[in-house]
């Protein structure tokens, strides 16, 4: 079954941010400290693009003048 291109594995999810797949299994195993993923399978996990990009986003801080 082809994944829709919203969907990405962990693989694909790891190379969107620019992370290591062995990062997100880790942030995936600690709850509130990684973006949100379907778990479809005890072996497969699968997020979506538009959570990606929202974890993504939360990343950038602004320093005070």
Do not use: Q
């Not at 594995?9 to 969107?16: L, T």
């Not at 949100?36 to 929202?54: E, G, Q, V």
């Amino acid at each position: 079954m082809e994944i829709p291109s919203e969907l990405l594995d962990r693989k694909s999810a790891a190379e969107y941010c620019g992370l290591t797949e062995e990062y997100l299994l880790n942030l995936a195993k600690h709850a509130n400290s990684g973006p949100a993923f379907i778990k479809t399978s005890p072996r497969k996990t699968l997020y979506l693009r538009s959570d990606l990009d929202r974890w993504i986003a939360s990343w950038i801080r602004v320093e005070p003048k």
